[in-house]
């Protein structure tokens, strides 16, 4: 389960000014948001006297896997804006040591965004083949069951 006072104090911008998660932290995190309505997890361990029981919601991690894609976009846009300004720094400071510290700075920049990008994107692809991977083995399972009780 979520500890959604953790979060208020390590990622307060999920939460409103009156404490509650906004309406984008709850897509984004559907185990906080179900946390805070007081409902099951899109995966959730439970131990029981038999052991270890997983439940799994498919569809929340295809809607997770579907946000982690849409970020991976945003990252791409939002992180490589900053160039423009950047440009015209190091144009306007040629000659000058800060010159080749913007420079280096940037390349820095560019390739922590794009490591960024590819991992988000592939959170996003695993979150996705996790989902289908969940679903083929419960139709699996079904199938397997029908089978024996014919």
């Known amino acids: 389960m979520a500890d959604l006072e953790f979060e208020r104090r390590m990622n307060p911008w999920l939460f409103d000014s009156s404490g509650n998660l906004t309406a984008d932290a709850k897509k984004q995190f559907p185990d906080l948001a179900a946390a805070a309505a007081g409902t099951t997890a899109p995966v959730t361990v439970a131990a029981s006297g038999g052991g270890q029981t997983v439940t799994t919601n498919p569809g929340l991690l295809r809607t997770a ?30 000659g000058f040591d800060l010159c080749a510290g913007l420079n280096n700075a940037w390349s820095v920049w560019q390739e922590q965004t794009h490591t960024l990008e590819l991992a988000i994107g592939t959170i996003g692809r695993n979150l996705q083949t996790t989902a289908q991977n969940y679903e ?3 139709a699996s399972i079904h199938s397997q069951f029908a089978q024996q009780h014919d």
């Open 65 to 94: 896997g579907n946000n982690a894609a849409a970020l991976q976009g945003s990252v791409r846009t939002e992180c490589g804006q900053p160039w423009e300004h950047v440009n015209s720094a190091v144009s306007s400071l040629m």
């Open 136 to 138: 083929a083995t419960e």
